[in-house]
């Protein structure tokens, strides 16, 4: 007997101050169903409507184990494809299936994907400090709880957060998050510069330039940081500026990172295929879910090239999940980005959240220990979503403004 899709519902919460999305697909059996996520923190409202009024009716009574023909009928159902709305959106329904195939073969999702290779997965943690001591001592604390990789920035990605306009601007100009590249870049050498002096190669340390600068100090960038042997500069170019990547690659051994803004797997193809970077940064949800995900790793394992899924603050744990039931299985494996469940402070005092109530609204997270992460051994994606904690933590809509970034002359610059 099929047992089919009975209905599909859509939460959205923010325990963290940070919008998260959550689907929960219903099944013909009862008691059988599955969570996945679907958070795109900045347009959460509109996600949520497109899984009701279009992916909803297209997906109700159908095979609740045939995920493949599911995905790819969500995928081509609007003939424009790869939107970053319509992509994670289709991930939440697809991870949720997943997690519903789990729990029908009473497993953990790692032990479908082949079993795992590794008993736990390493992450890299965030760093960030306006001086080389404070700096310095982050990365002491996290080594100190057996963490072997820290992204290190100094002050998020240039620019600061509040919106402003500097008295060096052309008369006139707007409000923005105003970036000195040559600075930047200046600044960034001269840290890793100290760092290394500091605390030796017993560490490693990525960088992530967030494709804010111009492919040409992309390459000034990459070549200067040789001598710190980055375990990855990652981000060093825009989506629509790839083609560069030709002359980085020959012009440095610093390794790469791409792509947690990449939106199928075609726009890694070349990337991988060419051996021009060495890891892939993928936002699972990003991309459409566990499906294209796991085709995409495995392909990328044929030409050497290595996993770094991208595992931000605006994503919930069930789409960490994912990642890490990927990243167990993975021969390819790099490292995992972990943002750790310690919210930003300002949520904390302006929304009054008390510490770890993403834990109360989801409960088995893949747990941090001695620097790896481990997921628990329940069937499917292992996590527990709790509804009426959830509704505690109304998610808002509002003006982005982080992403308002400009240059010295005031024009807007990719975020
Ligand atoms: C990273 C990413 C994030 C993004 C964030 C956007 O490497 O973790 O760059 O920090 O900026 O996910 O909302
Ligand atoms: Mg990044």
Redesign the pocket.
Known sequence: MTITIRDIQVFSTAPEGINLTVVKVLTSEPELYGLGCATF?YRHETVAHLISTYLKPLLIGRDVQAIEDNWALMHQNAYWRNGGIENNAIAGIDLALWDIKGKLANMPLYQLFGGAVRKGVPVYRHVDGSTVDEICDQIQYYQSLGVKHLRVQSGGYGGGLGLSVPQSAPHGSLPGIYLNSREYIRKTVDLFDKLRARLGFGIDLVH?V?ERIAPAEALELARALEPYRLFFL??PLPLDQLGWFEQLRAHTVTPLAEG?LFNNSAEFQTLIVKRLIDFIRVHITQLGGITPARKLAIFAEQFGVRTAW?G???MSPLAHAANIHIDLAARNFGVQ?W?GINPPNFVIQELNHKQGALLEVFDGLPEFKDGCVYPNERPGLGIIFNEKEAAKYPCRTEVTTWTQTRAQDGSLVLP
């Open positions: 923190a992530d967030h990652e981000d947690e991208h931000p603050g605006d980005e943002s």
